[in-house]
């Protein structure tokens, strides 16, 4: 059984700086892929980033790119998503998740944290 546990949301001003991370429990997270999802009032579930097993592949939303860093701790089975330059667009729950990369494509698995709020004020 996979669980996932995001923490690290909160309030801060645009151009900010938030680092979440995703606690995973499960002896096999260094062959995990994971990846992180948003979503905002009243919008779908959007991808954000996603990094395999090895972080040899990491994956961006077109406009999270040059400002969000996804990376990961083998040893610590956590995941992290190191966000800058935050904007109020970038207002959303943050959801972890376990799932797969192929072709440079992030595809979703059913395993998902609880989600950590964000919101930027402007």
């Known amino acids: 059984q996979v669980q996932l546990v995001e923490s690290g949301g909160g309030l801060v001003q645009a151009g900010g700086s938030l680092r979440l991370s995703c606690a995973v429990s499960g002896r096999l997270f260094s062959m995990y892929n994971m990846g992180w999802f948003r979503q905002a009032p009243g919008k779908e579930r959007e991808f954000v980033a996603g990094?395999?097993?090895?972080?040899?592949?990491?994956l961006y939303e077109e406009s999270v790119k040059g400002r969000f860093t996804i990376s990961r701790d083998n040893a610590k089975t956590t995941v992290y998503l190191q966000m800058n330059s935050l904007r109020p667009e970038d207002t959303a729950v943050y959801y972890c998740n376990k799932g797969r990369v192929r072709d440079s494509v992030y595809s979703p698995d059913n395993y998902w944290g609880q989600g950590t709020q964000v919101t930027v004020s402007s």
């Open positions: 990094i395999n097993w090895n972080s040899g592949i990491k």
